[in-house]
């Protein structure tokens, strides 16, 4: 059943790009990452009952921010990047607004969680992808089954020229962003 909807999808996107130039076709995707690594290995004797890790921050090791990018098909990432930093309170708070790198290329956005919410991905649609699409008169935008894009409100719908096609559940490798983070 993947496998079916998988091969569908690509068949599917097959048929469009022709119909493209490579500067048209948009590729999102958002990665977490996390402030610290910790292994999931440990070296210890035959037969202990308990092994002790330690890391600076319990926090740290979880979800701590998640960036949004967006890239086209002949490999341009479009800019600014969207970035949303785990605070435990949000919007973003005075200390970290007076004292982050400021980037031209990036847009700085706090949550309490890191990860990105419906309003969240809104405001990216708004304020960076759209800012982005200025030369752009119609464009197929490739992205995942996200919840934050799946909930009912037809968050692309109203960009003018702009086509979604969801990649399948279930078949994430197949997002272009995923194979080349995968070729590297």
């Not at 197949?174 to 590297?184: Q, V």
Request: aromatic share 6%; proline share 4%; charged share 25%.
């Amino acid at each position: 059943m993947i496998r079916t909807s998988a091969d569908q999808f690509v068949a599917d996107i097959r048929k469009r790009l022709p119909h493209y130039e490579a500067s048209e076709v948009i590729n999102t995707d958002q990665s977490g990452i996390q402030f610290e690594l910790q292994s999931t290995r440990t070296l210890s004797h035959k037969g202990e009952k308990v092994t002790v890790g330690s890391v600076r921050s319990i926090n740290a090791t979880t979800h701590s921010y998640t960036v949004q990018l967006a890239i086209t098909l002949d490999g341009h990432l479009l800019s600014p990047l969207y970035f949303s930093l785990k605070e435990p309170k949000e919007p973003m708070n005075e200390n970290i607004r007076l004292h982050h790198f400021k980037a031209s290329n990036a847009v700085i956005i706090c949550s309490s969680s890191g990860k990105l919410t419906t309003s969240m991905v809104e405001y990216w649609r708004d304020h960076v992808l759209l800012s982005s699409l200025e030369k752009h008169q119609k464009f197929p935008l490739i992205s995942d089954c996200w919840g934050e894009q799946n909930d009912g409100k037809g968050l692309y719908d109203h960009i003018p020229g702009c086509t979604r096609l969801e990649i399948p559940k279930k078949t994430t490798d197949l997002s272009p962003i995923i194979r080349s983070r995968a070729a590297r």
